[in-house]
């Protein structure tokens, strides 16, 4: 199988010389169409840094990021701007619900900030509110949800457009554990019958057993 994630010699420096900060150094990476891989590591060990320069929302000081063969660093913005709408899916800790939309608009808010008419994604919407067990709350507004029921309403809008790849950063972080189970449950679920690529962080050994495989981050490097 193709590599649809490739990150080669990657570093990411903050401040200004006098207080540079080397976050990442030197991080090389590779993963599969398909795969479900978990990037862990403490507080500050650079995960989430790694995490955004791969989903293009931030650029390396040094070294490349390909995402289906083609470096996102060499992408004009507006290249860019449609790959993060239409091939990869982001899912944050915080929900990042439009409070007085329903749970099938906020999920179709990617199809309308792509320009594409909602009426074409029903068959899709339908599907996905099957797939993360929200059929009866699809008019409900995020307030009369639980926080497990909106995180999956926030991957449910993550995977509307079919993406190649879900970047997750700290899905669980803000859920209880059986919350946390069910969304977990969930992203493997998707990987498996969508053949999504996931690349999830966390700092949580029990959570990212439901990956594949485990990158471990330490000190901006990668240690195993």
Do not use: W
């Not at 650029?59 to 993060?84: L, Q, V, Y």
Request: charged letters at 30%; one cysteine or more.
């Amino acid at each position: 199988m193709e590599d649809i994630i490739c990150v080669k010699n990657v570093y990411k420096n903050f401040g200004t010389k006098k207080n540079e900060v080397e976050v990442l150094k030197d991080i090389n990476i590779n993963i599969k169409k398909g795969e479900f891989v978990s990037l862990m590591g403490q507080s500050g060990s650079g995960k989430s840094t790694l995490l955004y320069l791969i989903g293009g929302l931030d650029n390396p000081t040094k070294g490349t990021i390909e995402i289906a063969g083609k470096d996102i660093r060499k992408m004009k913005d507006r290249a860019k701007s449609k790959m993060r709408r239409q091939d990869i899916g982001f899912v944050f800790q915080f929900y990042n619900l439009v409070p007085n939309l329903t749970v099938e608009e906020n999920i179709l808010l990617p199809v309308v900030m792509d320009g594409k008419g909602k009426a074409k994604y029903k068959d899709a919407l339908d599907e996905i509110l099957k797939i993360v067990g929200l059929e009866d709350k699809r008019k409900c507004l995020p307030r009369q949800l639980s926080g497990g029921q909106q995180q999956r309403v926030s991957i449910a809008r993550a995977v509307i457009m079919n993406p190649s790849i879900i970047l997750a950063d700290e899905a669980t972080g803000n859920l209880d554990s059986k919350s946390g189970k069910d969304v977990m449950e969930l992203f493997s679920k998707i990987n498996k019958e969508k053949n999504i690529t996931i690349l999830q962080v966390t700092h949580s050994q029990e959570i990212a057993d439901y990956g594949h495989r485990t990158i471990h981050l330490k000190d901006g490097c990668i240690v195993e």
